[in-house]
């Protein structure tokens, strides 16, 4: 089973924010075009990352898409936190009748509950220290490289 692609769609729409800005009106629309997904998918990412403080939102003819703060104050663990929501489910799920009657259905829980929990842990600990501001740089210098190639 994968993580959900929401994380890495998420990503992409807000380097997309920062990228475009200047350019284009940057709105589902546009962006569904570069992730390659439906506008609607796009809309149900901005909600999630406007709930959680990361964009603002402007409707109507002039509307758009914002960074809320500056991309170095975005890290891709509040990214995947926005979208993910792991903090209620955590990132692994356990299969959810294991066999009480079994020696080993009895005890899995005892076996692997703090194991995934120090896996994910690790995992968000890597993410923090990684921010918008890195994926940006990085996105913005292979295109250029990709235009003067």
């Known amino acids: ?10 990503v ?19 962006i569904s075009s570069s992730v390659g ?10 909600g999630q990352l406007k709930a959680a403080g990361l964009i603002h939102v402007q409707r109507g003819g002039n509307g ?5 703060k500056p ?5 891709l663990c509040d990214v995947y936190r926005a979208v993910d929501s792991v903090e209620k489910e955590g990132l692994f799920h356990f299969h959810e009748n294991p066999n009480a009657s079994c020696p080993v259905g009895r005890n899995i829980h005892y076996a692997m ?5 120090r896996a994910q842990a690790a995992m968000e600990k890597e993410l923090s220290s990684m921010t918008l501001a890195d ?4 996105t913005k210098n292979k295109i250029a490289a990709d235009q003067s190639a």
Do not use: W
């Not at 758009?64 to 809320?68: D, K, R």
């Not at 509950?113 to 929990?117: F, N, P, S």
């Open 113 to 117: 509950d703090d194991r995934l929990a």
């Open 12 to 30: 992409h729409v807000l380097t997309c924010i920062e990228v475009f800005k200047d350019q284009y009106q940057v709105n589902s629309e546009f």
């Open 135 to 138: 994926v940006i740089a990085d």
């Open 71 to 75: 991309a170095d104050e975005i890290t």
């Open 1 to 10: 089973m994968q993580i959900s692609s929401r994380f890495t769609i998420a």
């Open 37 to 46: 997904v439906n506008p609607v998918i796009i809309r149900k990412i901005f």
């Open 64 to 68: 758009g898409v914002s960074l809320a």
